[in-house]
């Protein structure tokens, strides 16, 4: 299973609008895809809920992974979306 890790960049972290675009971006995506927090569990990426549990700040590292055809190329983009500052746009 494919995986990256990313930086969150946003200001507020993956809450609010950063979070609600995220979620967003994973489900335009169509594989399945987890988020995760250092020694935390792999959880649905696009849930908002899911997102808000993480307490995931500016400059924490999370781990994304995802399965099916499309994972490695949703991954990178994804990565991309997080380590953008999207609460600057």
Do not use: Y
């Amino acid at each position: 299973m494919p995986e990256r890790q990313a930086t969150i960049a946003s200001s507020s972290g993956l809450h609010a609008r950063p979070a609600k675009l995220f979620v967003q971006a994973v489900q335009e995506k169509g594989v399945p895809v987890t988020i995760a927090v250092e020694g935390g569990p792999d959880l649905n990426a696009g849930s908002i809920l899911s997102l808000m549990g993480l307490g995931a700040t500016q400059g924490t590292v999370v781990t994304l992974k995802a399965e099916g055809d499309g994972a490695d190329r949703a991954l990178d983009e994804l990565v991309t979306l997080l380590e953008t500052d999207l609460d600057a746009e």
